[in-house]
């Protein structure tokens, strides 16, 4: 797996997960680091590249994610909050690495673009299709959305921010924790 920022600096982190800012309420991850497979973070740096040329920049929310932290989340969700989050019998396309959590933010002012929900609100507002939110909410989303599918990406059905390589059933699902991957930068 690669390291987003390796590939390009002005990709921005914003990993939650490794805060206590998230729905667990507490850091889940050592290390505030976002990983993806080869063709996966290929595919996500032309993403990032091409909306360069129009001010604005990827911020990344999360990417690999161990297969022990999709257990987790699936613990610690309330039953009606389960349809975010993998089955761990199944297992996460995040835990193959090939699934990116991310949205928008203005090169010039660092700011992230409006969205019609936050990152992780479980509700139908995180829709991608959601017909709610202010016209300049819902042009940053479809933005998002039609620069990460011209690069072969799947936006998930239930969150806006989520989007799935088309090739992710070509990898393994790994709990691999970030350390083992590489040295921090």
Request: proline fraction near 6%; aromatic fraction near 12%; charge should be negative.
């Amino acid at each position: 797996m690669l390291e987003l920022v390796e590939l390009d600096n002005t990709i921005k982190l914003d990993i939650r997960y490794a805060r206590d800012d998230n729905f667990v309420g507490r850091p889940v991850y050592d290390e505030a680091r976002a990983f993806l497979q080869e063709d996966p973070a290929e595919a996500l740096v032309r993403v990032h590249r091409n909306l360069i040329q129009k001010g604005l920049g990827l911020v990344i929310y999360d990417g690999y994610r161990p297969w022990s932290v999709t257990k987790l989340f699936w613990e610690v969700v309330r039953e009606d909050q389960k349809p975010y989050v993998a089955d761990p019998e199944i297992g996460s396309r995040h835990n193959r690495g090939c699934a990116v959590d991310l949205s928008l933010f203005d090169l010039e002012s660092g700011v992230q673009l409006p969205m019609p929900s936050e990152f992780d609100e479980f509700n139908e507002k995180s829709a991608p299709d959601f017909e709610g939110g202010t016209e300049a909410e819902t042009f940053n989303r479809d933005l998002l959305r039609t620069s990460m599918e011209a690069e072969g990406f799947i936006v998930n059905p239930k969150e806006w921010w989520h989007f799935d390589h088309q090739d992710w059933n070509n990898y393994e699902i790994q709990d691999i924790p970030f350390s083992e991957i590489g040295p921090p930068l």
